[in-house]
């Protein structure tokens, strides 16, 4: 079975440009989405289709995906962009990356 | 503005079964979306369980395909998790949520996303 991989923790300075990757070979064959999820808190859809973004999300989140990487980034990162984000795609079955925690220092 | 509202027991013992259920306000569950339960354990990453849609048969992870039935109640709006023979590994926070189902291109899964989540409930799996 296929997996994606993320990797675990992500930092980034205020106002920088943030990246979150998340590999696998089913990304190849089908649309990669994204989710925030913040301490205590549900997870929100923040990508969907590889790129499209979801509604109530600034501009400054977007993805794309190659090959068989597809990468979350926020650019000029508010503290509030401090969560943990987890990409999702299918393969026979939902499949979700391991996370990654964005911290913003 | 769809709402779904997860219920049942915060507490299970081993080797019994969960029943939790999902209410869905705000649009109806005949409409073309699937439904499905997705859960994290204490302080972990996100676990499919499995979805379903109106009509459809369910789709469940492999390794809990054995211990899982999924199921809709369109009268009532509502669909409901069961998941036997319980152990400690099965403690987390269960989530119900609506995935796109899109079947243009073919697939009818490849675009799936999560929309709109419930809010949780934490099962705790002790005697």
């Known amino acids: 079975s296929y997996e994606l991989i993320q990797p675990p923790s992500v930092s980034v300075s205020p106002g920088q440009t943030a990246s979150v990757t998340c590999s696998g070979d089913?990304?190849?064959?089908?649309?990669a989405s994204w989710y925030q999820q913040k301490p205590g808190q549900s997870p929100v859809l923040v990508i969907y289709?590889?790129?499209q973004r979801s509604s109530g999300f600034p501009e400054r989140f977007s993805a794309s995906t190659s090959g068989n990487t597809a990468t979350l980034t926020i650019s000029g990162t508010q503290a509030m962009d401090e969560a943990d984000y987890y990409c999702?795609?299918?393969?026979?079955?939902?499949?979700f990356g391991g996370g990654t925690k964005l911290t913003v220092l | 503005q769809v709402q779904l509202q997860e219920s049942g027991p915060g507490l299970v013992k081993p080797s019994e079964t969960l029943s939790l259920t999902c209410s869905v306000s705000?649009?109806?569950?005949?409409?073309?979306?699937?439904w499905g339960w997705i859960r994290q354990p204490p302080g972990k990453g996100l676990e499919w369980i499995g979805i379903?849609?109106?009509?459809?048969?369910?789709s469940y992870k492999p390794s809990l395909k054995s211990r899982v039935t999924i199921s809709l109640d369109s009268s009532a709006n509502l669909f409901s998790l069961e998941l036997d023979s319980m152990t400690a590994a099965d403690t987390a926070v269960y989530y119900c949520?609506?995935?796109?189902?899109?079947?243009?291109?073919?697939?009818?899964?490849?675009?799936?996303?999560?929309?709109?989540w419930g809010q949780g409930t934490l099962v705790t799996v002790s005697s």
């Open positions: 949520a609506r995935g796109l189902r899109d079947c243009s291109g073919g697939s009818c899964y490849s675009k799936i996303h999560f929309d709109s």
């Open positions: 705000g649009y109806s569950i005949r409409n073309g979306y699937f």
């Open positions: 379903i849609y109106d009509s459809g048969s369910p």
């Open positions: 089913i990304l190849e064959d089908t649309y």
């Open positions: 289709q590889d790129d």
């Open positions: 999702q795609a299918w393969d026979n079955s939902v499949i």
